[in-house]
């Protein structure tokens, strides 16, 4: 509804700062999901599942980006129907996690006293 109020072009930059905020939390989001291992269709599922939409295009070159900085490992599982790619994070990614994590949460709060207290 919000976006039916916005001309074209502020509906547009909308979605363009909407799509920067998204891709900025992406590597968390994604760490925070592979404690377990996944094989990428599942993961994509999940994010979604819980309001992350990420399409395929987006998220497999991010998971061999992570893992080729060490922050992910991976393995082929080829039981079942076909040969899937399973990652999960490594000890380095949890601990990136973790600093990601407190950063992020510290971010949050400094937000809302910004977005807050411009509303009083």
Known sequence: MYNMM??????????????????GVLV??????LKEARYGYALIEELSRQGLDIDQGTLYPLLRRL???????SEWNV??????????????????????TDDWLK??????????EEKE
């Open 6 to 23: 916005m001309d074209s072009t502020t509906a547009t930059m909308h979605e363009k700062l909407t799509q920067e905020l998204r891709r």
């Open 28 to 33: 968390l989001a994604t760490l925070s999901q």
């Open 67 to 73: 893992e080729e900085q060490g922050l992910l490992e």
């Open 79 to 100: 039981e079942g129907s076909r040969p899937r790619r399973y990652y999960r994070i490594s000890r380095n990614g949890s601990e990136l996690l973790q600093v990601l």
């Open 107 to 116: 971010l949050v709060e400094v937000m809302k006293d910004l977005l807050l």
